[in-house]
């Protein structure tokens, strides 16, 4: 009797969890579509043909696909989710750890996409009208923007990070966390991981530890977004691991 009520509920948080998905997948773009149009207004046609606008050195198109494919790869994890909670059947003692873990994970979408959004606009807002032709430059400056060199330099460190976890080397990926956020501390999830590795450290000191794949799984559901789509597939796998 337990155990075909636990069935029954398993179904039930499945289909809300996959009714959640199509309600993301079928809104969250439109939504962003019209945030873009009401943000740009005349700049949609600069958007469309050109595929980029610049405003103050950020790439605005570049930014919109950067946000579209993180978010897409963040919903490829909550089917994860998805599929871990449909394959544990009746085990009761997985399932709600999946459920707060898609929980966890609808959570952060949301937020990493209003964050994204809001500074897209805030850089539309703070746009001033372009110089008239006789102020530009006669040649664009040689040097690369300053913030376009800290947020290659963050990346790259971040990047060191998550494959420092692939490797399982608790120590080489404490100190890549702790260089990407030295150089731009609210650069995605860098400095959390950061806490999260010190939190688990010494359960990671062996190779093999159980602790790894829960490492993973926490870094899936919370601290995912940004992270480069080749690493995400290794963590994803390892995160499976967990449940």
């Known amino acids: 009797m337990a155990s075909e009520a636990g069935k029954t509920l398993i179904g039930k948080d499945y289909v809300l969890g996959r009714l959640v998905l199509d309600y993301i997948r079928a809104f969250m773009w439109p939504l962003v579509a019209i945030v873009v149009v009401l943000?740009?207004?005349?700049?949609?046609?600069?958007l469309i043909f050109e595929r980029e606008i610049d405003v103050f050195g950020v790439r605005i198109g570049a930014?919109?696909?950067?946000i579209e494919s993180q978010a897409l790869a963040e919903i490829a994890d909550v089917r994860v989710l998805l599929e871990a909670q449909q394959a544990s059947g009746s085990d009761n003692a997985a399932s709600p750890q999946i459920a707060e873990d898609?929980?966890?994970k609808l959570a952060n979408l949301e937020r990493n996409l209003?964050?994204?959004?809001?500074e897209v606009q805030s850089v539309q807002q703070t746009r001033r009208p372009p110089p008239p032709?006789?102020?530009?430059?006669?040649?664009?400056?040689?040097?690369?923007?300053?913030?376009d060199s800290i947020a290659a330099r963050a990346k790259a460190a971040e990047r060191r990070g998550f494959q420092a976890l692939i490797d399982h080397d608790?120590?080489?990926?404490?100190?890549?966390f702790d260089n990407a956020r030295s150089i731009w501390p609210d650069y995605n999830n860098v400095a959390e991981i950061?806490?999260?590795l010190r939190?688990?450290?010494s359960r990671l000191q062996d190779p093999e530890s159980p602790m790894w794949p829960q490492l993973y799984r926490e870094i899936l559901t919370r601290y995912s977004w940004g992270m480069p789509e080749d690493l995400r597939i290794a963590i994803r796998k390892g995160a499976k691991k967990a449940y």
């Open 39 to 46: 943000v740009y207004q005349n700049d949609v046609r600069t």
């Open 63 to 66: 930014k919109v696909e950067q």
């Open 102 to 104: 898609i929980d966890a």
């Open 114 to 118: 209003t964050r994204e959004i809001a």
């Open 133 to 147: 032709p006789s102020a530009l430059p006669s040649r664009a400056p040689s040097s690369p923007p300053a913030a």
């Open 170 to 176: 608790v120590a080489a990926a404490i100190k890549a």
């Open 194 to 196: 950061g806490q999260a």
């Open 199 to 201: 939190r688990f450290e």
